[in-house]
């Protein structure tokens, strides 16, 4: 079956660096754009980032522009998300999710991992 | 940059029937992508462009697409139907969520 995997979450300074991971599992990892949505405590979802099926495409919201950088690695089928210059709105629960289209993106999240906690705080 | 508007509460009694609305410039001309999520769990994909259901959901969700709003509609509603939903579209290279619309089942 389907299984994303998140990890790397914790509590991290203002201004410090973490990096998550999302494991994948289930499907040809390589064939799927996979997405960073996260969810700050109590509000509702925000989509961070993408990266496409090969890596070769990669879109991110303007708050996180210069800061986090995706990146994956179909080999190990795995992704990240290296996040520097936290801010405290940066806090929030982050999912990684595939994008439901083969070989493409522009679709929508079929699977979603159970997400992991990153607080941005002194 | 595109915005997409839903109330932030609907409640409905248990056997009735909820509609819940995503409000966006002509949403009905984009693919709109429905989310459930309660407490302390992942999102889960109900509603898929527009007006189809993932295998195994009920057929109890719904939506539909047009003009300037996009539906969720939820019959029969039950307590285990009591969640967070979110709509979801693309705008260019972007993906879009609605506010969230939290449904209390009476």
């Known amino acids: 079956q389907v299984q994303l995997v998140e990890s790397g979450g914790g509590v991290v300074q203002p201004g410090r660096s973490l990096r998550l991971s999302c494991a994948a599992s289930?499907?040809?990892?390589?064939?799927?754009?996979i997405h960073w949505v996260r969810q700050a405590p109590g509000k509702g979802l925000e989509w961070v980032a993408l990266i496409s099926y090969a890596g070769t495409t990669k879109y991110n919201i303007d708050s996180v522009k210069g800061r986090f950088t995706i990146s994956r690695d179909n080999s190990k089928d795995t992704m990240s998300l290296q996040m520097n210059s936290l801010r405290a709105e940066d806090t929030a629960v982050y999912y990684c999710?595939?994008?439901?289209?083969?070989?493409?993106?522009?679709?929508?999240?079929?699977?979603w991992g159970q997400g992991t906690l990153v607080t941005v705080s002194s | 940059s595109y915005e997409l508007t839903q109330p932030l509460s609907v409640s409905v009694a248990l056997g009735q029937t909820a509609t819940i609305t995503c409000r966006g410039d002509?949403?009905?001309?984009?693919?709109v992508h429905w989310y459930q999520q309660k407490p302390g769990q992942a999102p889960v994909l109900v509603i898929y462009t527009n007006n189809n259901r993932p295998s195994g959901i009920p057929e109890r969700f719904s939506g539909s697409n047009s003009g300037n709003t996009a539906t969720l509609t939820i019959s029969r509603a039950e307590a285990g139907d009591e969640a967070d939903y979110s709509c979801?579209?693309?705008?260019?290279?972007?993906?879009?969520f609605g506010g969230g619309t939290k449904l209390t089942v009476l």
């Open positions: 979801q579209v693309w705008d260019s290279s972007s993906v879009i």
């Open positions: 999710a595939r994008d439901s289209y083969s070989g493409s993106y522009f679709g929508y999240f079929d699977y």
């Open positions: 002509n949403i009905g001309s984009k693919n």
């Open positions: 289930g499907f040809t990892f390589s064939s799927y754009a």
